[in-house]
């Protein structure tokens, strides 16, 4: 998800206690489902790595507060969604599943990315 | 029309006319009796009706089922169809047999020597149309095809849709039997219409019904012409079943019109000195480029102009204009600083400079523009002249600056010889300096793509980045030609591939409508075969699914393609939609028991499309969802189709 809008005040404060409650811990194993089952994985790739139809969120995925109120607040390409089919616990998991996705190599040292 | 009698002594016309006559006669009542009617009328019954019924012999002669016919002597009507068709050079002829042309099926075949043109088998009719689609694409020269007039044209007309929106000649010729007293009953009638062509009317260049031979020949020589003078596209014949059928009469001798190419139109002489003045004074000229080169001359000639202004220059891939290892190449942002844009054959100018998002309140999308407002619009487009009503192909209405209803290829040179007269001399320096900047920009774009690439390198189901790049490994010195890749979403070969031959990259269907991808492969893989080139099709699995009998068409005509299947099991232009609709009206998406939106996924069971290719003929291999298997299976494939076979790799992949 690219960040190329301001977000509304609402929407922020809803990312910022959501990234600083610290009520329960994001699961990265609940996250990779979360992911799929929300469907992210159908623009972004089952990986995040980004595609024709949305851009790479991993590896090193935008902080929470900048996640959380895209999701609540694009009028991007993407359509946002709501706290009621997207809960922020879920959110949040699919947060810390981003994280855990690794680096790439550098393609200089993948023979067939320089034929 | 009415069918001749075989024997030219006496017409099936003049015949049945006199039955009528003779039926109608004895109808009639004898004198008396009927003034003694007349009488008994005036007084008690009630009044008859203005016709009266067939006797026995006029319903016979009007309902029975004909008797077969004498055997035909002379010259049968199809087979003079026939020398017209083979004045044209039309090399092949794919099609799903059908009654209603049987007889220049037959003509063609016996009289014609399945030569110029050769028929090809196929099982659908839309895959014969985008056989011929995809054939033009790469040949630069058009086929015809045969089809029942009504159930065949119906399933043709989708494929003529793609054309006449890719703006390729295709001749499509539907069989019909207009004569309603002398065509078989039954099946038949319910395959006759009045008028065929209405059905494709709207999306064909031109159509025509011939009543005669000479009429024939004139119609056929003029669709041809019309299909190929810019801007090209469908025509249509329907082909009366008597007229086929019939001998040509005692002394008839009709002739066949010379085909001379028509000029494509060019732009008018004071619009390209003004477009010259707008883009050689210009600080950012950015071109745009859709369909504007048809063959290798075009895209040099585009190069050409480029490098004169030192111009950028996007290209839509309606076909390959510029070549994507030139440092101009930019991506479709560049518009943003333009202060001159130059469109050439746009299908959608409006939305080049403009920016629509499906994400506004109340189901209305955003409209942005992605241009400043001074920039200077000039559009060259052949499209222009040939607007019609009903089908909304023509997009939204651009306002421009410069508008040349004119082919772009052809007009290319005044234009380049009008800029090279009109660039200042003190705005030489300026003009090169921003080809460094663009050569900068070019290379930082290509490190940014590569390592892009790179994500997801080792995943399963495979990276369709990783795919690409195998693929290529093992083409790469050969002359190839990407056939198709359509329904596919992800443009890594475009990215990645050095495409500089306009027969690198063929474009996509242009009406958008699903199944193109693999007849169209088909066709264009023909032409390649006879040019020595190998074809690849990166093929999408829904596009294939739509009638996927056209596989056989290839391995029965022995036409060699490395198919890939872009297996990502789901319709995912249509996953994002129902996803869309569902968090706009703030509802879970219901997902089933599959992955995607219920209606979107093609899982449960999972197709096997190797099965389905080798059951028709084809070697293949599948389902390969682990990378380090790719590139052998590659490899053998390759194999494969050099030594003249078609070979399908069923590769699982990434959605996108």
Known sequence: ?115 | MARKHPRPEVSRRKFLAGAAVAGATTALAPPAAKAAAATDASITAPRRPSALPPTMQVAIAETATPKELPRIGGVPGSDFMVDVIKTLDIKYLPSNPASSFRAIHESLINYGGNKMPEFLTCAHEESAVAMAHGYFKVAGKPLMTLCHGTVGLQHAAMAVYNAWCDRVPVIVVGGNDLDAAHRPPGVPTIHSAQDINALVRDFTKWDDTPVSLQHFAQSFVRAYKIAMTPPYGPVAISLDAGLQQEPMRNGEKPYIPRYVPTSPPQGDTGAVKEAARLLANAQNPVIVADRAARSENGVRLLVELAELLQAQVIDQGGRMNFPNTHYLRRPPTAVGNADVVLGLELTDFWATVNAYIDNGEHGVGINTSRIKPETKLISINASELLTKANYQDFQRFQSVDVSMPADAEATLPALIEAVKAAIPADRKAAIEKRGDAARKAYAEQRERTKQAAALAWDASPISTARMSMEIWAQIKDLDWSLVSVSGVGFNWPNRLWPMEKHYHWLGASGGYGVGYGAPASVGAALANRDLGRFSVNIQSDGDLMYAPGVLWTAARHKIPQLAVMFNNRGYHQEVMHVQRLSNFRNRVANLGNDMGPIGTSIENPDIEYHKLAESMGWWAKGPIKDPAQLGPALKEAVAVVKSGQPALLNVWTQPR
């Open chain 1, 1 to 115: 998800m690219r960040l190329v809008r301001s977000f509304g005040p609402a929407a922020l404060a809803a990312g910022l206690a959501l990234g600083c409650g610290g009520a329960f811990a994001a699961s990265a194993e609940k996250g990779k489902t979360a992911y799929t089952q929300h469907g992210c994985w159908q623009c972004h790739g089952m990986q995040a790595q980004g595609g024709l139809t949305g851009p790479k969120l991993a590896p090193d995925p935008i902080p929470i507060e900048a996640f959380t109120a895209f999701v609540r607040t694009t009028n991007r390409a993407m359509p946002p969604y709501s706290e009621a089919i997207l809960p922020n616990d879920d959110l949040a998991d699919i947060h810390a599943y981003l994280q855990t996705i690794p680096k790439p190599a550098d393609y200089k040292s993948i023979p067939l990315l320089n034929q």
